[in-house]
């Protein structure tokens, strides 16, 4: 159908109606049964046409469990010449318990040409007074300018360059959109990029292993693929800013390129005097095995989805001054 | 060497623990297999533990560090509660476990003891750091910490490291026993070294008391006499003693839920604001509020306390055996399996507020929750009355569904003002959907970083004896007539009458 932001939101009232007057009959009460209506934000997702509609799908559902939303999702049709929306929701039963939780999904089908129609039914679609999380799915849509009116909407931005092929560009992109954090002292939206999530790990480990260790002068980076990693790229970057006298060597060991969600750093190696320190993860492995100043111990690095990934950064409120301060300084080679 | 950088994240990472081994007492026990080992793996897991960190178990059975590794790993994949078991990352968490068969009575173990923490130290690069967990029966807490502190072990090697003890209730019989075991505890160690275990406090539920209060506007202009009618603090157990009746007819419930659990639960609920979020100004709060609790007088106690004792009862085809039918149990015992008191607390905020709490076994369910029932509106402008009937009510559930739920009144459709009770719940489970970690899990990685806001205080433990000493002085010379009450009740009647002197009724969580 064509979309209008009152109209959808009727459809939503109505499906919600319907809802709690099926469950409750279907179990005969009145009280503790039905469905309860969970939002705690708004969420837009910037998604490609070509983007797998079932998985993407399977991953937000997952991730409304964790971070109960009214999630919009925005299919960029290039061909599209007009936009069309169509409204549901998405329910899940608690275990032990007799009510399911729902939460509002909308889906927005448009071309690009439409993006400023689109900015506008946004507008009516957020829900009042809680945040607006815009997740770009892809970095080269946060390059269209028609999507400022919509990136306005947002308390916070998410992108995610982990894959990305094309790294000067990436962070070109990435650094553009941070100009909404820049302009302070009226920032518009947080930005944040999955990328640096995906370092998480390994930065809580170095932390933990080099709290009280002299500053390590040297260091080694190496991933997975032929292209420069962008996390590798984050971790050299948060390194540099920790230690500014550092020298770190960023390169390949291995020309395959393992699967996202498996992650492409292998090896952080810092040396200095009186450190020296090695974290090394086996092709494909979920271990890694740390090794500091001789001792050996073992840390586990779960694959790590897009779901946990905008989990974690769902998680995080207020400004991310460590990655700031990284983003200014990433270099990419 | 200039100043070390902050790498710490504290957006994205949970606190660090520094390196540090655990020294358990009694480590051949039940606690340690099934809440301790899983609790310390689980923080593996999470990668809260430094890489240094080594785990030194120690009790009278002979076993070779292999075996004691054997017989952890089975109790933790037994144990683990909602997480997976990695037998990789178990590889690596049992090189950093040790054991040490000794008595803990002599003096022998302590020196052994001494010399295997050295080992460890320089194995593992535990940084000197040692947590001594006693594990072991209470009566031996006393000696086991002389102990260590024959063999010098309450002093760390070097500057910067430390050495702290973790005892688990009870602490102490009596207020006379409580005051005896911390002179002899602090004849060790300083008392900020000292960390009493209440896992009652561990609970994300009742952690989360402190954020409801004091990290929302709204509620804490209510938390008072002018708006709270009263409150009720429940702890419910649907089974019996199951096994331990030897060491229930010992303690009862007053002693083993009440004065401990139910009391720091009390402070929690009713304490004032802490000038800042740290462990002695949260502490000193809670013990301030554990002091302003009017000591009954025996006379007092009569109308204010009420013991039960659970009888047989046939429940689902089923007999249920009652107290004094219990193993280890005499068949004339006079322990407490409920008990319920109302408290005042006199300050300004709560003067006049009954705090009725209670604890009981065999009841009809398992629950702990906490409800603050507040005044109803000065005018009834609707029919009915409903509003009196059903004032409003905000429950802090603390299990088995951790969580907090509002009862307000609506208008039911249609016409005329017809009101009706309904709930704004909170869940945790529901709300957040990530994995809550264990109260154990929790106080470990606490004490390990030398956090004790979740820890309990001499003061503390003193002060919540002081208030219990004088029912329990009563208790000890009355007659019961028990049992009072039937198994998969709420109670015996005397509870009921406590509340009706008031004009208050338990309510049915």
């Known amino acids: 159908m064509a979309a209008d932001a009152p109209q959808l939101l009727r459809e939503l009232d109505e499906t919600w109606r319907t809802l709690g007057h099926d469950e409750s009959k279907a179990e005969g009460k009145d009280q503790d049964t039905g469905v309860l209506r969970a939002c705690a934000m708004t969420l837009i997702v910037a998604a490609a046409e070509a983007d797998d509609e079932q998985e993407l799908g399977a991953m937000l559902s997952s991730l409304m469990q964790l971070h109960p939303s009214r999630t919009i999702v925005v299919r960029t049709c290039p061909h599209r010449d007009a936009v069309e929306a169509r409204t549901s929701v998405q329910c899940w039963m608690p275990f032990g318990r007799r009510q399911q939780i729902c939460g509002e999904w909308i889906e927005i089908y448009a071309g690009t040409a439409q993006f400023g129609e689109v900015a506008l039914l946004l507008l009516g679609l957020t829900v009042p007074d809680l945040p607006v999380v815009f997740w770009v799915r892809h970095t080269a849509l946060g390059h269209l300018d028609a999507l400022r009116p919509v990136l306005t909407l947002a308390t916070r931005v998410i992108v995610d360059t982990s894959e990305a092929d094309e790294q000067e560009s990436a962070l070109d992109a990435v650094r553009s959109l941070a100009s909404g954090v820049e302009d302070a002292p009226h920032p518009h939206w947080r930005l944040a990029d999955l990328a640096w999530g995906r370092i998480t790990r390994w930065r809580k480990a170095l932390a933990g292993i080099l709290r009280n260790a002299p500053a390590p002068t040297s260091g080694t980076i190496h991933w997975a693929g032929e292209k420069m990693s962008m996390p590798a790229c984050y971790l050299d970057a948060w390194l540099r800013s920790m230690y500014p006298a550092i020298e770190i060597e960023l390169a390949s060991c291995d020309p395959v390129r393992p699967p996202v969600d498996v992650g492409r750093i292998r090896v952080v190696q810092l040396n200095g005097p009186g450190v020296d320190v090695r974290l090394e993860r086996p092709t494909g492995g979920t271990n890694v095995v740390a090794t500091t100043d001789g001792l050996q111990s073992g840390l586990v690095f779960p694959r790590l989805d897009e779901a946990a990934l905008l989990a974690e950064e769902l998680g995080i409120a207020g400004r991310d001054h460590l990655f700031e301060a990284a983003l200014k300084i990433a270099r990419t080679g | 060497m200039g100043a070390l950088p902050n790498l710490d994240d504290p957006l994205r990472f949970d606190r660090p623990a520094p390196p540090a081994a655990v020294v358990i007492f009694g480590a051949n026990g039940d606690l340690t297999q099934r809440k301790l080992m899983p609790a310390l793996y689980r923080l593996a897991f999470e990668r809260r533990l430094a890489p240094g960190f080594a785990v030194l178990g120690t009790s009278r059975t ?54 295997k923490l050295a080992e460890v130290e320089t194995e593992r690069h535990t940084g000197g750091n040692a947590l001594f967990y006693l ?39 009596d207020q006379q026993s409580a005051r005896e075991l911390n002179a002899r505890l602090h004849g060790v160690f300083d008392e900020r070294d000292i960390y009493r275990i209440d896992h009652y406090l561990g609970k994300e539920t009742v952690q989360n008391i402190l954020a409801f209060r004091f990290g929302n506007g709204i509620f804490e202009p209510l938390w008072n006499r002018r708006y709270v009618n009263h409150v009720q603090i429940t702890a419910a157990e649907n089974i019996g003693v199951e096994g331990r009746g030897a060491y229930y007819q010992e303690a009862g419930a007053l002693r083993d839920m009440i004065q401990n659990h139910l009391m720091q639960v009390m402070a929690t609920i009713a304490m004032e604001p802490p000038a800042v979020f740290e462990s002695d100004a949260v502490r000193d709060e809670r013990a301030k509020l554990l002091r302003s609790i009017r000591i009954l007088t025996p006379e007092e106690v009569a109308t204010h306390a009420v013991a039960g004792q ?21 068949p004339d015992s006079r322990t407490d399996t409920y008990a319920a008191v109302t408290l005042f607390v006199e300050n300004w905020r709560w003067a006049g ?22 005044n109803t509106a000065p005018l009834s402008l609707f029919a009915d009355g409903e509003p009196g009937r059903w004032p409003n009510l905000l429950v802090v559930r ?54 004790a806001t979740l820890y309990t205080r001499q003061d503390m433990v003193e002060a919540s004896w002081a208030v219990v000493q004088p029912i329990l002085d009563v208790w000890d010379g009355s007659q019961f007539e028990f049992p009072n009450y039937a198994s998969g009740t709420w109670g015996p009647k005397q509870s009921d009458e406590m509340l009706a002197r008031r004009g208050h009724v338990w309510r049915i969580p």
């Not at chain 2, 430390?162 to 009870?170: D, G, Q």
């Open chain 2, 310 to 330: 659970y009888g047989p009862a046939q429940i689902g085809g089923e007999r249920l055996a009652g107290f004094r039918e219990e193993k280890g149990v005499a």
């Open chain 2, 398 to 451: 603390i299990q088995p569904e951790e969580g907090i739920s509002l009862r307000f009144f609506s208008k039911r459709p249609g016409s005329g003002m017809t009101l009706r009770p309904v709930t704004m719940d909170f869940n945790y489970g529901t709300s957040f959907g990530e994995r809550s970690p264990s109260a154990y899990e929790t106080l470990l990685l606490d004490a390990l970083q030398g956090d």
């Open chain 2, 135 to 173: 594990s072991t029966q209470p009566s031996y807490y006393a000696r086991v910490a002389e102990g260590l502190g024959a063999a010098g072990l309450q002093h760390a090697p070097q500057d910067g490291a430390w050495r702290r003890i973790i005892i688990e209730k009870p602490f102490g019989h």
């Open chain 2, 353 to 374: 507020v009954p705090f009725y709490i209670r604890s009981g076994k065999r009841l009809p369910k398992r629950v702990t929750d906490i409800a603050i029932q507040f």
């Open chain 2, 62 to 115: 002979a076993m070779s560090d292999e075996e004691f590794r054997v017989k952890m790993r089975a109790g933790v994949e037994k144990f683990l509660e909602d997480s997976p078991f990695d037998a990789g990352l178990w590889e690596e968490f049992e090189r950093g476990l040790y054991y040490l068969a000794g008595d803990i009575a002599g003096d022998e173990l302590y020196k052994a003891l001494a010399a």
